[in-house]
């Protein structure tokens, strides 16, 4: 059934809600660890303590990554599964009639790129224009960004390092969560398989 111009708008702006709500706790990870942990690599005028606290934070950034995205993956699966089951019986609700909230690939790049939207803003300003609103935002905030190239620059024979290079470090987050996001689903649909098997198996042996 094709939707209408105002079904369609209904469900984008659904697809957004539940997206914002999938890269909200990432940003704040970002935030937190960025202003702990990665702080120290400010701190510290000691470049082996610097490092120590860049690539602990990074590795506890990814890890929180990997854990998030796996449920993301593993929840929009069972979404998808549910809402398959509610649209065979012609449920009543507007979620599953549009499918919000359920499995696809397109969803483990976009929660992942939403969630560092808010580095890429001020990175983008600041790089055009700097200044020490945006330079602080990015170092205490987005840490796990900006200070790699930071502490790199450090080393004598590289020197300062344009900020512009800090955009790569987005790969990060958005490749760690696709990445997790299409394992979480992955298993999901091996778990439910599973369950239908048995359950499957189970009829059987009643017969």
Request: aromatic share 14%.
């Amino acid at each position: 059934m094709e939707l209408t111009t105002k079904q369609k708008r209904q469900r984008i702006l659904l697809e957004i809600k539940d997206i914002l709500q999938g890269a909200a706790f990432p940003i704040m990870l970002q935030l937190v660890l960025s202003a702990s942990v990665i702080l120290f690599a400010d701190y510290s005028l000691e470049i082996g303590i610097q490092v120590f606290a860049l690539v602990f934070g990074e590795i506890l950034l990814i890890g929180s990554y990997i854990l998030f995205g796996r449920q993301n993956g593993v929840t929009a699966y069972r979404r998808t599964i549910q809402g398959e089951s509610k649209r065979k019986i012609n449920v009543d609700d507007i979620t599953v009639y549009y499918r919000t909230g359920e499995y696809a690939l397109w969803k483990g790049i976009v929660i992942g790129a939403v969630s560092v939207i808010p580095f890429m803003l001020f990175e983008f300003i600041q790089c055009l224009a700097p200044n020490i609103v945006c330079e602080f935002i990015v170092k205490y905030a987005f840490g796990w960004a900006s200070y790699p190239f930071i502490v790199i620059g450090q080393i004598p024979s590289v020197g300062k390092l344009s900020e512009w290079l800090n955009f790569i470090w987005i790969v990060v987050p958005v490749g760690v969560h696709l990445g997790a996001y299409i394992w979480g689903g992955y298993g999901e649909k091996k778990r439910q398989l599973m369950v239908k098997e048995a359950q499957e198996l189970k009829g059987k042996r009643k017969k």
